[in-house]
């Protein structure tokens, strides 16, 4: 029997579907309460969200991620994801 290693499941918060971690974006609060960022790596401390690379589901995700990070989001971080959106999709 070959046991197979269990791929992380995330669910986007703008279309709310479950896909593989790896495929999301991770947008983090930092533990420290300095603020919200884009975590490339997927392994900063602090609550997490996820999105779809998609400028739908971010469009969507605006207000959610407020209120699922339980904090107010600066507009540098959407402008942020939205070219990190577009390096991804090419």
Do not use: W
Not at 39 to 66: F, N
């Amino acid at each position: 029997m070959v046991n197979k290693k269990k791929i992380p499941q995330r669910r986007c918060v703008g279309c709310s579907e479950t896909k593989p971690k790896k495929e999301l974006i991770r947008i983090v609060r930092l533990s420290d309460g300095s603020g919200v960022e884009v975590d490339t790596t997927g392994k900063k401390a602090g609550r997490g969200a996820y999105i779809c690379p998609s400028k739908i589901c971010l469009k969507k995700a605006h207000k959610r991620l407020e209120a699922n990070l339980e904090c107010s989001i600066p507009d540098e971080i959407f402008i942020k994801l939205e070219k990190e959106i577009e390096n991804i999709n090419g």
